[in-house]
């Protein structure tokens, strides 16, 4: 009742000032009110960023599946981020424990050497590289 008798001893330009304000801050809570419910693209965190964590805690899973310890896959994927390698490693070592999965022991070979071999009878050429260039 005192805020009505306030408003009626006011000037005219006050009192639509102070609607105008009320009406303002009405609007403002409503946009904040829709927004917090919104993703706004841009905001949130990086796709890639995403991907490379989803594929190191893939990476963990695969060596604890490999039955590789954890410094090996880390010394294997130095590029790929060692706490989401940890996280996967984890994950995948309750899974199998929880299954009474047997891990699947590693092969590692080492891969083929890039020098040309020598020909068996010494008379063939070994085969020139293929050309850069198109056309």
């Not at 060596?63 to 090996?72: F, K, Q, Y």
């Not at 896959?73 to 309750?94: F, H, Q, V």
């Amino acid at each position: 009742m005192a805020a009505a008798a306030d408003n009626q001893d006011m000037p005219d330009t006050a009192r639509r000032h102070r609607s105008a304000t009320t009406a303002r801050a009405a609007l403002s809570a409503m946009v904040l009110v829709l927004l917090a419910g919104c993703d706004i693209p841009g905001l949130g965190p990086d796709p890639r960023v995403q991907a490379r964590e989803a594929e190191a805690q893939a990476i963990g899973g695969a060596c604890r599946h490999a039955m590789r310890g954890l410094e090996d896959c880390y010394t294997l994927n130095p590029r790929s981020s060692k706490a989401s390698i940890y996280a996967g490693w984890k994950e995948m070592d309750a899974y199998m424990r929880e299954n009474k999965v047997e891990g699947v022991p590693s092969v590692l070979t080492q891969a083929p050497s890039d020098a040309p071999r020598a020909a068996p009878d010494g008379d063939e050429k070994p085969p020139k590289p293929a050309s850069r260039n198109r056309g």
